[in-house]
């Protein structure tokens, strides 16, 4: 006959088994959530965003740091149809942009806070000198293959899509608060 302690002995056991397989899983669990938080890291500066300018979507790079508003899109040998380069600065002011180091014929839009579109510009590749929006209420400003606004029907008054924007600025790991963008 089993003593007291042989009898427990088992169920003991069972239980140590029991609570280590859920120990292990509960383990394997968090780890898969780490894994999760990890993939879930800012996006990078080249990756490209849908972001609707009046009824056409382009798919839009953000340069949001005063490095990525330098680099633009020099040295880049072709732009895929619909992509372009949003550049996106703290406060309005009016804005200036050149082609040094730029080989391929764009065309910018320059929009105020409210992701109004003020004025369209034809920047010529390899060209420094500055093309100057008339406007003082530049807050963003993007970067097309030339005659992307003329084929699409976007002139002037149309409108951007913020919503869409401040989110690819969080998911760029940055606050929308940041930037002067009227709601």
């Not at 669990?29 to 780490?34: A, H, I």
């Not at 309005?92 to 579109?117: C, E, H, R, V």
């Amino acid at each position: 006959m089993p003593t007291c302690h042989e009898s427990i002995r088992p169920a003991t056991r069972r239980i140590t088994l029991s609570f280590l397989l859920t120990l292990a899983s509960c383990l394997v669990l968090m780890g898969c959530k780490e894994g999760k938080n990890a993939s879930n890291k800012p996006a990078s500066a080249g990756t490209y965003f849908p972001i609707r300018v009046g009824e056409s979507t382009l798919q839009l790079q953000l340069a949001i740091s005063s490095a990525e508003h330098q680099q633009g899109l020099m040295f880049r040998k072709e732009l895929p149809e619909n992509h372009g380069m949003l550049f996106i600065f703290e406060r309005p002011k009016q804005q200036g942009f050149w082609m040094k180091n730029t080989p391929l014929p764009l065309d910018i839009g320059y929009f105020d806070s409210a992701g109004k579109l003020l004025e369209v510009h034809k920047l010529f590749p390899y060209d420094e000198t500055p093309v100057v929006s008339r406007s003082r209420q530049i807050l963003i400003a993007i970067e097309t293959n030339r005659g992307w606004y003329a084929k699409n029907d976007i002139d002037t008054g149309a409108q951007l899509d913020m919503a869409a924007l401040k989110t690819a600025i969080e998911q760029r790991g940055v606050s929308p608060a940041k930037y002067a963008i009227e709601d």
